[in-house]
Every structure is written in structure tokens, then in C-alpha cells.
């Protein structure tokens, strides 16, 4: 069946640090791949997604490209701020037919200091 | 547009009591989740719904939890009785028909069981 995995955490970083959170898949045929995120206090949110293989997704300064051949879609970001703390998961779907299931890796708390 | 509602946002029980969630989604959204989140995991799928019809509850504990989506609508997702194991967070979702399409998330329903 198709999942996701995620590096473990949480991640602390400074303001203005590089982030990566790495995320890997396993899937038949040519999932979409999605990236959403949960601030404290709310509700889950899309952050970005890439529908197939070598897209590109980005918002907010957060970007993750979706890579067939090492079946990952990682998410990076070159100055991070206080404001991106929150919790981020990595999910997919399947690429055809009606079920559109949305399946979720485990997710990761960021935390940004000033 | 509006977004997805749920009520009550929290809800704190005892073991082996009954408890409903609602979930109004987003006008014109065919699909409809529910989704199951512990603490410190992704959310897990309980049932999608397409329309009227159930497309997916393979991991709904059917001898405890039920499900129904009225006219296509809204729905209501019930427990009874509730265990310990079944304090979460339960989310509703809602996405238009296709493929790759982005599911709207509700601020979900705190569920303690006590």
C-alpha cells in the first residue's frame, strides 16, 4: 500500500537558518504529492504539492520538487522565521481513479528561535 | 468561500459513553473525510465518502464508530461505545472531485476520554 515517511524530530533551528525536512514515499504508479502544515491552533492547510514527477511546488518561500527516481519530495526553505513554527506533514494521493485518499506521514514539529 | 466546519471543537467524555461529530464541508465538494489524529502521529483515514456512497472505511472500527453523510452533505460521525484509545483529535475534510486535488481541512474535534 502506499506511505510516507518522514525524518524523525522535532526540529529547533534560528531565524534565518536553512530548513530542509526530508520525506520519502512509497506508491503505485504516480501519486501527487502534497506538503501541509498545522500552526499551533489551527487547522491542517496546504502549504504546497506537485502533481508529477520533476514539478516543482511553492509558497511562502518553502519549495519541495518531486523526484521519481529517489521517490522523495523534501521540503526546503533558504531563511526560515518565527512564524513558520508549526507542525509539517508530508502526504500523497493516489495519481488515478476515484478514490482520492490523502495518506500521511507522521509529521514534524519545527521550531524557530529569534 | 466558506471553509469546512466542525463541531463541537472539544469534547470530553467518559469511557464506554456515547459522543456525534459533525461536519459541514466546503459548498459543492463531492468527497468527504474523516480523519483520526493521536498525538505526535499523521492523521490516519476512518471513511471517505464520494457523494452519498462510502468509498473507502477499511480502518473504521465499525463495531464502535459509524458514519453517515446525509443528502450528500453533511455528515455525522458517531462513537459508542468510547474507549480510552479513542482520544484524538477528529478531523473532517473536503475536496472536489479529480485527481491531485486539494483537500480543505475543518479545525477538527478535540475528543478526550476520561
Known amino acids: 500500500g502506499n506511505s510516507v515517511t518522514q525524518m524523525e524530530g522535532p526540529v529547533t533551528l534560528s531565524e534565518e537558518a536553512f530548513l530542509t525536512i526530508n520525506c520519502t514515499y512509497t506508491?503505485?504508479?504516480?501519486?501527487?504529492l502534497f506538503w501541509y502544515v498545522q500552526y499551533p491552533g489551527e487547522g491542517l492547510q496546504l502549504l504546497l504539492k506537485a502533481t508529477k514527477a520533476d514539478d516543482k511546488g511553492s509558497n511562502k518561500g518553502f519549495e519541495a520538487t518531486y523526484r521519481k527516481e529517489t521517490t522523495s519530495f523534501h521540503l526546503e526553505k533558504g531563511s526560515v522565521q518565527v512564524s513558520d513554527s508549526a507542525v509539517y506533514f508530508c502526504a500523497l494521493t493516489r495519481s488515478s481513479g476515484a478514490n482520492s485518499k490523502l495518506t500521511f506521514g507522521k509529521g514534524i514539529t519545527l521550531s524557530v528561535r529569534p | 468561500e466558506a471553509g469546512v466546519a466542525q463541531s463541537p471543537r472539544y469534547k470530553i467524555i467518559e469511557k464506554r459513553q456515547s459522543v456525534a461529530f459533525w461536519c459541514n464541508p466546503i459548498?459543492?465538494?463531492?468527497?468527504l473525510y474523516w480523519y483520526q489524529q493521536i498525538l505526535g502521529q499523521g492523521p490516519k483515514l476512518l471513511i471517505q465518502?464520494?457523494?452519498?456512497?462510502?468509498?473507502?472505511d477499511s480502518q473504521l472500527p465499525k463495531d464502535r464508530f459509524s458514519a453517515e453523510r446525509l443528502k450528500g452533505v453533511d455528515s455525522t460521525l458517531k462513537i459508542q461505545p468510547a474507549k480510552l484509545e479513542d482520544s484524538a483529535v477528529y478531523l473532517c475534510?473536503?475536496?472536489?472531485?479529480?485527481?491531485?486535488?486539494?483537500?480543505?481541512f475543518g479545525q477538527g474535534t478535540r475528543l478526550t476520554v476520561v
Open positions: 459548498s459543492g465538494h463531492a468527497t
Open positions: 475534510a473536503s475536496s472536489r472531485e479529480g485527481v491531485g486535488t486539494e483537500a480543505f
Open positions: 506508491a503505485t504508479g504516480y501519486p501527487s
Open positions: 465518502f464520494q457523494n452519498n456512497g462510502v468509498v473507502d
